[in-house]
């Protein structure tokens, strides 16, 4: 089974930046890729960032375009969302997410539903 680990959230002011990890183990190698999704209260999810690396391609929201990075570390095994600029609109619980062996090897979703397992989320709180 799949289990994923997310780690490195906190509290950071205005400005700042953070770097969010994902540990996995299971049976992951299979999968065309990896995202990170958040939710702040209140709100719904929403998509942030996904890595495909089948054909190695990211992608990401428009509200954190050219501010946030995706990033895999193969060796560890090991997701990344390294966080720059953050403001208080990035105040949030981040979710690392998996994609299951489904769905086009050629694509980068961005809906919570192509992906199959969740880690359990890490507080990001950003102050003014």
């Known amino acids: 089974q799949v289990q994923l680990v997310e780690s490195g959230g906190g509290l950071v002011q205005a400005g700042g930046s953070l770097r969010l990890s994902c540990a996995a183990s299971g049976r992951t190698f299979s999968s065309y890729g990896m995202g990170w999704f958040r939710q702040a209260p209140g709100k719904e999810r929403e998509f942030v960032a996904a890595?495909?690396?089948?054909?190695?391609?990211?992608r990401y929201a428009d509200s954190v375009k050219g501010r946030f990075t995706i990033s895999r570390d193969n060796a560890k095994n090991t997701l990344y969302l390294q966080m720059n600029s953050l403001n208080p609109d990035d105040t949030a619980m981040y979710y690392c997410?998996?994609?299951?062996?489904?769905?086009?090897?050629?694509?980068?979703?961005?809906?919570?539903?192509?992906?199959?397992?969740w880690g359990q989320g890490t507080q990001v709180t950003v102050s003014s």
């Open positions: 890595i495909n690396w089948i054909v190695i391609n990211t």
């Open positions: 997410a998996l994609r299951s062996n489904s769905g086009s090897a050629f694509t980068t979703p961005t809906e919570a539903l192509q992906y199959t397992y």
